[in-house]
């Protein structure tokens, strides 16, 4: 089966930091790129940030205006994690974040999207 289990969230003050995990199973991880995406009140749910799989090409990293030079994407292939390291959060950071896996078994599958449970981040003034 396949399972997205995040950990890492919390509450903070603002200017603070938090560094979320994913840890991933029942995926071909290294075959898989890796999102975090977010949903605060109100609002839809965004893409934080992105890390592709650098299975077939080098890796590619995709971040939101909002929160470029503040966050940090990663993963540990060996692991099966990936992490979203937060910096100087802000008070808009506050929401639901979430772990995605799009996977591809080979380079020619269609791709399949996973999500994760989701963990509270809750940025206070």
């Known amino acids: 089966q396949v399972q997205l289990v995040e950990s890492g969230g919390g509450s903070v003050q603002a200017g603070g930091s938090l560094k979320l995990s994913c840890a991933a199973s029942g995926v071909p991880f290294s075959n898989c790129d890796m999102g975090w995406y977010r949903q605060a009140p109100g609002n839809e749910r965004e893409m934080v940030s992105t890390i592709s799989s650098s299975a077939i090409s080098s890796s590619t990293i995709t971040y939101a205006e909002s929160v470029k030079g503040r966050f940090t994407i990663s993963r540990d292939n060996a692991k099966n994690t990936a992490y979203l390291q937060m910096n100087s959060l802000k008070t808009e950071d506050t929401a639901v974040y979430y772990c995605?896996?799009?996977?591809?078994?080979?380079?020619?599958?269609?791709?399949?999207?996973?999500w994760g449970q989701g963990t509270q981040v809750t940025v206070s003034s």
């Open positions: 995605a896996a799009t996977c591809k078994p080979y380079w020619y599958s269609p791709p399949k999207k996973y």
